[in-house]
């Protein structure tokens, strides 16, 4: 028994954070449960007995069968720490389900038994290093929950490592184990705001949520860590799970009241109110007033607020209330309704749901009764409503009562005055009063109504009213004296103390209105005195002073013998009160200069109570919050600022070039697709100077995706630039995806000069010779003045300025020359995807097979063909490039031939220079940059000369789509974790023996090879063009003609695609 | 010292009786006395439902669902949005219940380890991590009876053996390798009606609350688009995840790739009055003479607007007033049952025939000398319409990409009578007369009659 009480005893400690006001109130259920243990003591101990045996018993079953009963006894919250020992030797075994109920084991008693709980720490920092992603994150996942001081460095270590980990799943998890350490040691912020700004930048949506999470908790004020990560985020919110974007949310809803102004009115909160006093609900004349003014709505503001928007359409509850507060705190007046028909759809989901939604309701419909009028039905009580339910309700339809609908909402009332819960019952009739106030027109029918309600069977309803029509009658005391004498006549019949002493009340302070009745009221008073409440005599004792002050001939001895009841009184202060009416109203020798005063003092005019919601204030409180529900602060609430005066500079948000990428921005070539995952260590490299000239350069963000067209929306911050030299850099802009696609050049001085040297090249006009389709590509590059590349590679820059001056000798470059030019550069110049480089990589085979784009009939004599030359595209990474032959088979030259309308209308084209003139019977062959998006879907676009348009489309093949990589078999293994498809087919026969396996693999598909160390085992690697995502094939030959193809990306869609692709390509026909 | 930590800290599980029958901690221990303010609470309610969601105590927050008679009871530390951890408790009920088929204290005692470990792996540090039950049932396998046999015999575990993929593909919600000899889509479109009704039969509010159930059982990574022939109906829907919201707002079209198996793709609500055909009519007669210890009770119902399809499965059901000792009715079909104690009278209707309006008449005595009943009683209506979905909602097609196979595909309506309610005759209070009076040349359109519920 003893041990049994100290265990519950620490168990208690182990609360940490109670406080000594719930040990106190712990007595009853500790001593309760000891009670209950006892009967069970015995027992449990020889059964904790036989589980330590079982546990370090050799077989698997029986240790399982153990922990799971050790689980039971921690749910059931009885103690099992003396398990500990024999529970901790099972950490590292093979049975999956015994290691996690050993997890869990641990995690609850780590903190108890520190030393012991050391000695499973090594098997951890095994896990974390296992090839199996999943393995990883979980045993990060417990040795961050292990609350034992003394490994912090080792969970500080182990979370650098996963926050760089190639899976996004472990940096998820990563970043969940930041907040676990923080709350665990303090000191380590510093550290650990690093790993949270690294997160920051990451990609995926696994992470977003969670590290924001994360920054939410350690660093909630470094809000300049958002400024380059702010568009991302906005980008990604769609796409991030629930969970994550109630977080990204209610950060970002903070986040913009610091950097955007107000885009209600221009001096912010106070005219807030201001409105709202003289316009009321009148939305038209708010809009009319801010539109009168300049404002001009940042438009990463803008962004937010539409990337937030079709999140309303979520199923998660607390999504949608979170978007709902982010436009509530960040919309334009005009905009906020938008979020009501989402609110009021909440409203049939779960009680608590309701309640919680009610509450923002209640605090938004005061301000903006607007907002919910034409939803006044759906805040009509149910009588399966639960109270607080009810009156939530009540507080909404009294808010949104106005002339109109008045009628309406009193007939609503009338109806739930006969609720069988009285509680509420009262709640209407308070309501009621409220709507009586707050409009004048109904003031009387409620009045009216209420008096009817006195003769009511229920003593609370009548009680109720009696207290609400006291407070309606001190509003508007003009002529009611028929009201109080009804009242009076009523007296006798109602019993409820607060009814009676409100009656009294109202007596004594209209004495002079029902001069006869008042004194008769009081005799009875007289006659009752000892058997009345307490707060009753207190009413009686002034009733009897006003009218001795007012009519003391009839009632000086009333009031006398009053007075001399309450003396004796067992009530202090009724004795207290009455001492002092006494020496206030009688007069003698000693007080004669108070008792002058006394008629001013008891019958002076007072102010009317006035009847307004509870949830007047709620608003200084972000909405959807806890302390907006509970209304008080909890404790880490952060404060919503106030708009900015002015706004911050604007271009912090810019996001700059962050890693070495080729981007030549080419013309207005629209959306820049998402450049991957940036990298420190290549950015410094790339030397002090570039990156000073970088940092103002990035070129803001502008509208949708949308317009491709917008050098002209360039923000004027970026003015001052240099990069604005070059008009055809500003063209870039961000679309969904991309935050970071703005590419900024930044040339060294060499290049500088260079460009100059160029510049007669400009002019050159094409000729229709062969060898003209690489002059076409050359070109391209060349005219314009803003390519940029970065490079920490000196040398290939060296190589390439060469080239760029000896323009001539570029004209003798062979086609592969220049290919595995491109491959080179490229590979060097290319963002990293993941942690570990992925090497593009040369095609391993070009197909020569050519499709039709426009034949010669149907073009009128211009015939297209295309294929697909598997070079990276040159324009933009994200690109597959297509070339294109075009040759004139009429007899006269055709002109001004160029790319015009296409489809769809997002479609990311980077079109050949117009080629002006294209003599008979010659072609010429030109490049164009098409973004798939990774989607086999056809671009479709008009090739248009000067007098036709033509409409064409190309149709890719899903190999096309690609682009090679190199890795090693090792990293190849390791990114196994991806979607699997699959299948087994049979071999043609020929391609079991005449060719390599490669052969049939690389012409479906752009895939590198991966050496392999089995023979019958052959790797392919690549990645998607436009999103980068890793694609790895795997074709193992097996006995008897059969081979296994294993598609791995998390592309799923395109997988399976390209394994049917694969599927034909091998399999026997 | 500890700081406090955001999101859900503690769980606890409290039956209708007020016992803490499970406990669950994701960060330090925090004391199961903390839940005496909880039953504080709960005993001051006068009704279950009444406790209040959220409850401050001096160091920590309650927030409580209430679910199947059961609290769920989350500690929380500081600030953090109650939507959230309501929302999430909701979907650990909706994942018990899914792993049990019922949620109730035994079923959860019962599967104790399976519940902490599902637990375990919804919320990382109070942080959900994985909600979705296509992912946890590849972590950890749902117990059947088959299973618990096979597991005692052989040793084997719940736990899947298979580390699961889907978690960490950009489908989230759909496992991989998903396998079915016989690929099938089916959709269920189910509608309930709300409504309430005046006694002349005009309709007060009615509503129509739509989902739209699917189990799809396809191979491999389908997606699939689905497309209405009347989407303008559906302007206030809420998706499941996997629902692209782009391409809703742009085309109209729903294009996902599913979870295997149940979900709800997605809630609708038609709200506008006119859209809303009511397809069924209730004539009532109920009266109590002062004085007397007879009532009279007379109802016929009929279908009204329901192109073609039959009403089924009709429920009448009406809380007669305290004063009714019992009645004496004559059904023209079906069963019909009086409970003297909760005065709570039921008649089971069944099909209607048009042709032969099926009616319920007869008397009723009271209580001798009792004064005449305050309200007289609503009526409430059940029924169900096969075949047809009342707001007219009709799915144009579906169709699948990225798999190659061809999809069994099929689609049912339903619609089902929701809050449906028929009022009795106003004996409304006496000043609704004083502000009809004063209104009426405001408001002519209103009706009288619009007084009880």
């Given amino acids: 028994m003893l041990s049994m009480s100290t265990n519950n005893l620490s168990y208690s400690d182990q609360g ?26 015995s027992v449990d101990f020889k059964k904790n007995e036989d589980l330590k045996e079982m546990l370090e018993s050799n077989k698997e079953s029986l240790k399982l069968e153990a922990m799971k009963r050790v689980v039971g006894l921690i749910a059931k919250g009885k103690n099992a720490s003396e398990l500990f020992p024999a529970v901790v030797k099972n950490v590292a075994s093979k049975n999956i389900e015994l290691k996690k109920l050993v997890y869990v084991y641990l995690v609850r008693y780590a903190e108890e038994q520190q030393d012991l709980a050391l000695l499973s720490i090594s098997t951890f920092q095994r896990a974390l290093k296992d090839p199996n992603q999943l393995i990883r994150a979980s045993a990060l996942r417990v040795l961050s929950s292990i609350r ?47 790993v949270i700004e690294k997160l920051l930048k990451d990609k995926s949506t696994l992470v977003a949520g969670s590290v924001v999470m994360a920054f939410e908790e350690v660093c909630p004020d470094r809000i300049d860590l958002i400024h380059k990560n702010y568009r991302k985020l906005c980008n990604l919110l769609v796409d991030v799970e629930e969970w994550g974007q109630v977080v990204i949310i209610s950060m970002l809803t903070r986040y913009a009241r610091t950097q955007f102004t107000s885009p209600w009115k221009e001096d912010g909160v106070f005219d807030e109110h201001n409105e709202r006093a003289f316009y009321e609900s009148d939305e038209e004349k708010t809009r009319d007033e801010t539109e009168a003014k300049p404002y001009m709505m940042d438009p990463d503001h803008r962004l937010l607020l539409r990337n937030t928007k079709p999140l309303l359409q979520s199923r998660n509850t607390a999504v949608v209330m979170s978007v709902a507060q982010l436009y509530w705190h960040l919309a334009p007046k005009n905009e906020v309704s938008i979020v009501t028909k989402s609110l009021v759809r909440l409203l049939r989901s779960h009680r608590e749901v309701q309640y919680i939604v009610l509450q923002n309701i209640a605090t938004m419909s005061i301000q903006r009764k607007g907002m919910f009028e034409p939803y006044m039905k759906s805040f009509y009580v149910r009588s399966t409503d639960a109270t607080h339910i009810k009156s939530l309700k009540l507080e909404i339809l009294t808010s949104l009562a106005n ?16 609720s069988q819960d009285k509680q509420f019952a009262a709640g209407t009739i308070q309501a009621i009063g409220r709507c009586a106030t707050n409009i004048s027109e109904v003031t009387d029918t409620c009045l009216n109504g209420l008096v009817l309600l006195l003769s009511n069977r229920d003593e609370t309803v009548v009680a109720e009213s009696v207290v609400v029509i006291r407070k309606l009658l001190q509003i508007q005391p003009t002529q009611h004296s028929d009201i109080i004498k009804h009242m009076a006549k009523l007296f006798d019949n109602i019993t409820v103390p607060m009814a009676r002493a409100s009656i009294l009340w109202l007596m004594g302070e209209y004495c002079e209105r029902v001069p006869k009745i008042a004194p008769d009221v009081l005799r009875k008073m007289a006659k009752s005195f000892t058997s009345e409440e307490d707060i009753v005599k207190l009413q009686i004792v002034n009733l009897a002073a006003k009218l001795y002050l007012t009519n003391s001939k009839q009632t000086k001895l009333l009031t006398q013998y009053i007075l001399n009841l309450g003396k004796y009184d067992q009530n202090y202060d009724i004795r207290d009160r009455t001492r002092f009416i006494r020496q206030l109203i009688v007069p003698n020798d000693k007080n004669g200069a108070l008792s002058k005063y006394a008629h001013r003092i008891l019958l002076a005019p007072k102010p009317a109570p006035v009847l307004e919601s509870a949830y007047k204030d709620r608003d200084r409180y972000q909405l959807g919050t806890l302390s907006h529900t509970i209304n008080t602060k909890a404790s880490g609430y952060l404060e919503l600022s106030d708009w900015p005066a002015v706004a911050p500079d604007q271009s912090v948000r810019n996001v700059e070039v962050i890693e070495p990428e080729w981007a030549p921005s080419l013309g207005k070539t629209g959306k820049s697709k998402p450049a991957k995952s940036s990298d420190d260590k290549f950015y410094s490299d790339s030397g002090e100077e570039e990156e000073e000239e970088e940092k103002g350069s990035g070129s803001s963000s502008s509208e949708d995706g949308s317009s491709s067209s917008s ?68 070109e391209h590059i060349f005219n314009e003045e803003s390519w940029t590349y970065v490079t920490k590679n000196q040398h290939t820059k060296t190589i390439f300025v060469n080239v760029i001056n000896q323009h001539s000798v570029l004209q003798t470059f062979s086609y592969s020359h220049w290919s595995t030019l491109c491959v080179s550069l490229f590979t060097q110049l290319c963002p990293l995807s993941l942690a570990f480089p992925l090497q593009l990589s040369g095609p391993a085979f070009v197909p020569e097979k050519s499709h039709d784009l426009l034949h010669r009939m149907t073009g009128k004599g211009l015939s297209a063909q295309y294929q697909f030359p598997r070079q990276p595209c040159l324009y933009q990474p994200t690109m597959v490039s297509v070339q294109i032959s075009l040759t004139n088979t009429t007899d006269h030259p055709l002109e001004q ?97 005449s060719q390599p396996i490669s052969r ?34 795997t074709v193992e030959l097996r006995e008897s003609s059969t081979a296994l193809i294993t598609i791995n990306t998390e592309k799923s869609v395109m997988g399976s695609m390209l394994l049917r692709d694969l599927k034909l390509a091998l399999a026997q026909t | 010292m500890q700081l406090p930590a955001k999101m859900i800290h503690s769980l606890f599980l409290v039956n209708s009786s007020g016992d803490i029958f499970l406990e669950k901690h994701w960060k330090s221990v925090v004391s199961r006395s903390v839940c005496d303010y909880f039953f504080e609470a709960q005993e001051r309610a006068s009704e279950p439902e009444n406790v209040p969601p959220v ?30 951890v309501i929302e999430f408790l909701h979907r650990v009920v909706d994942t018990f219940q899914d792993y049990f088929g019922v949620c109730t204290e035994a079923a959860i005692k019962d599967n104790v380890v399976v519940v902490y470990e599902l637990l375990e792996e919804m919320l990382d540090n109070g942080f959900p991590l994985a909600t979705e039950s296509n992912i946890l049932k590849e972590l950890i396998k749902p117990p059947t009876i088959l299973r618990t046999v096979v597991n005692t015999i052989t040793g084997s575990t719940n736990v899947g053996e298979q580390l699961p993929t889907g978690q960490l593909s950009v489908v989230p919600w759909r496992r991989t390798g998903v396998k079915y000899t016989n690929n099938e889509a089916y959709f269920d479109v189910v509608e309930e009606i709300d409504a309430i009704i005046d006694k002349s039969g005009s309709t007060i509010t009615a509503e129509i609350q739509g989902v739209i159930d699917a189990c799809v059982k396809l191979t491999g990574m389908p997606d699939l688009t689905l497309s209405f022939m009347n989407p303008r109906l559906l302007d206030d829907v809420s998706f499941h995840p996997c629902v692209r919201f782009k391409r809703w707002e742009a085309e109209r079209i729903l294009s996902f790739i599913p979870p295997d198996g149940n979900f709800r793709l997605l809630s609708y609500h038609v709200s506008c009055q006119n859209l809303v055909a009511i397809p069924v009519y209730v004539k009532h007669n109920i009266t109590f003479r002062e004085g007397s210890s007879q009532g009279r009770f007379e109802l016929t119902l009929g279908p009204k607007q329901t192109m073609g399809k039959g009403l089924e499965a009709v429920l009448i059901s009406s809380q007669l007033p305290r004063g009714v000792l019992n009645t004496n009715l004559n059904p023209s079909q079906g069963t019909y049952n009086f409970d003297p104690v909760t005065k709570l ?34 009526i409430n209506i059940q029924f169900k319409i096969q075949q047809s979905a009342l707001s007219g909602l009709k799915v144009n097609r579906l169709d699948m990409y990225g798999e190659k196979y061809k999809p069994f595909k099929g689609i049912k309506y339903m619609t089902k009578a929701g809050k449906f309610q028929v009022l009795p005759a106003g004996t409304g209070l006496g000043f609704k007369k004083i502000i009809q009076y004063k209104y009426r040349t405001k408001h002519t359109s209103l009706q009288e009659g619009l007084n009880t519920t």
Avoid at chain 1, 25 to 37: F, I, V, Y
Avoid at chain 1, 713 to 741: R, T, W, Y
Avoid at chain 1, 1000 to 1025: C, E
Avoid at chain 2, 354 to 378: H, V
């Fill in chain 1, 16 to 41: 940490g954070t109670d406080s000594a006001v719930e040990v106190g109130q712990e007595t009853t259920p500790t001593s309760s449960n000891a009670g209950a243990g006892f009967g069970l003591f």
């Fill in chain 1, 148 to 194: 034992v001081p003394i490994i912090v460095p080792i969970m500080m270590l182990a979370i650098k490592e996963a926050a760089s980990d190639m899976s996004p799943y472990v940096r998820k998890t990563s970043a969940h184990a930041i907040q676990k350490l923080y709350s665990l040691d303090q000191d380590q912020k510093e550290l650990l705001i690093e």
């Fill in chain 1, 403 to 418: 002339e109109a609908n008045i009628s309406t909402i009193l007939r609503e009332f009338q109806t739930y005055v006969k």
């Fill in chain 1, 711 to 778: 050098s002209s929306e360039e923000s004027g911050s970026d003015a001052e630039s240099h990069v604005q030299k070059n008009s055809s850099q500003s063209s870039e802009e961000s679309d969904k995806s991309s935050s970071q696609s703005e590419k900024s050049s930044s040339e060294s001085d060499s290049e500088k000069k260079e460009r100059k040297t160029k510049t007669p090249l400009q002019k050159k006009t094409v000729k229709p010779t062969a060898k003209d389709g690489y002059h076409t590509i050359m």
């Fill in chain 1, 897 to 993: 031939i160029h790319i015009g309308d296409r489809s769809p209308t997002g479609l990311n084209i980077h079109c050949f220079n117009t080629i002006e003139c294209l003599e008979p019977e010659a072609s010429v062959t030109v490049f164009i940059g098409i973004d798939f998006n990774d989607s086999t879907q056809a671009a479709n676009f008009q090739l248009c000369t000067k007098e036709d348009h033509f409409s064409v489309s190309i149709q890719p093949a899903i190999g096309e789509l690609l682009l090679p990589i190199t890795m090693t078999e090792l990293d190849f293994r390791k990114l196994l974790g991806m979607n699997e498809s699959s299948a087994t087919i049979t071999m043609a026969a020929e391609n079991m023996t």
């Fill in chain 1, 1000 to 1033: 049939p693999v690389a012409t479906v598909a752009n895939l590198g090879m991966v050496p392999s160390s089995q023979d019958n085992v052959h790797r392919f690697a690549g990645k998607t063009a436009s999103s980068g995502a890793v694609v790895l094939v």
């Fill in chain 2, 55 to 84: 409850i401050p105590t001096p160091h920590h927050y309650l927030i409580s669902v209430l679910r199947h008679r059961i609290y769920f009871v989350a500690v929380i530390q500081s600030e953090v949005p109650p939507l959230f």
């Fill in chain 2, 345 to 378: 009278l039921s008649w089971d209707v069944g099909k209607i025939n048009p042709q032969k309006l099926p009616s319920l008449k007869g008397s009723m005595s009271l209580q001798a000398g009792a004064s005449k009943p305050d309200e007289n009683p609503t």
